[in-house]
């Protein structure tokens, strides 16, 4: 069965920083490319980052580039994105995601939520 | 950057009607749509794929059409479970997976 398993969220200062982490079980890690997403309170879906297989190649969305590095350790089997220079408009539950490798993903985690605020 | 809309933003609806909700791109995405589901405090579900591939373990009263800019996702016939939130996303322009604002579907 897979399994995404999201942690690391929790309440940080306006500035600070974080790192959440992703644990895989259930199918082969490291042949998949790895993508985080975020969802303010009452908002929807925002595509944040994603990483290749490899861990070589990463893209992100304007609005966290610069801030967040999305990395990966295929030998345990966990993805990871550290946050940094957090904003209040960076609270949100984050999601890792599975490719289906046909455009869609599908499997999620379970979410962690990140609250950022004095 | 692809925007995406949807319409409508909610909607309400009764067991056993059938639902369509639209999803429009800004530029042409192929067929390069996918569909979620989400209900309140739970992570998305894939429904559909590549505009019409019905995700395996869905059930067949969902399904997916369109292809350039103009898509729908249609429940035949609504179940109670369907009651939640329903997203579109793109990824035909990568690296950015844009999804849209979502459409709500409540119960009447």
């Known amino acids: 069965e897979v399994q995404l398993v999201e942690s690391g969220g929790g309440l940080v200062q306006p500035g600070g920083s974080l790192r959440l982490s992703c644990a895989a079980s259930g199918f082969t890690f490291s042949s998949y490319w790895m993508h985080w997403v975020r969802q303010a309170p009452g908002k929807g879906l925002v595509w944040v980052s994603r990483?290749?297989?490899?861990?070589?190649?990463?893209s992100y969305a304007d609005s966290v580039k610069g801030r967040f590095t999305i990395s990966r350790d295929n030998a345990k089997n966990t993805l990871y994105l550290q946050i940094n220079s957090l904003r209040a408009e960076d609270t949100a539950v984050y999601y890792c995601?599975?490719?289906?490798?046909?455009?869609?993903?599908?499997?999620w985690g379970q979410g962690t939520l990140v609250t950022v605020s004095s | 950057d692809i925007q995406m809309t949807q319409s409508p933003s909610s909607l309400s609806a009764s067991v056993g009607d059938r639902v369509t909700i639209t999803c429009r791109a800004s530029q042409s995405i192929s067929n390069y749509l996918n569909w979620y589901q989400q209900k309140p405090g739970k992570a998305p579900r894939l429904l559909i794929y590549a505009a019409s591939s019905l995700q395996s373990g869905v059930p067949s009263r969902f399904s997916g059409s369109g292809s350039g800019t103009d898509f729908t996702l249609t429940i035949s016939s609504l179940q109670p479970e369907d009651f939640a939130t329903y997203y579109c996303?793109?990824?035909?322009?990568?690296?950015?997976?844009?999804f849209g604002q979502g459409t709500k579907v409540e119960i009447k």
């Open positions: 995601a599975s490719p289906n490798g046909l455009g869609g993903f599908d499997y």
């Open positions: 990483i290749n297989s490899e861990g070589s190649s990463t």
């Open positions: 996303q793109q990824s035909y322009s990568t690296p950015s997976w844009t």
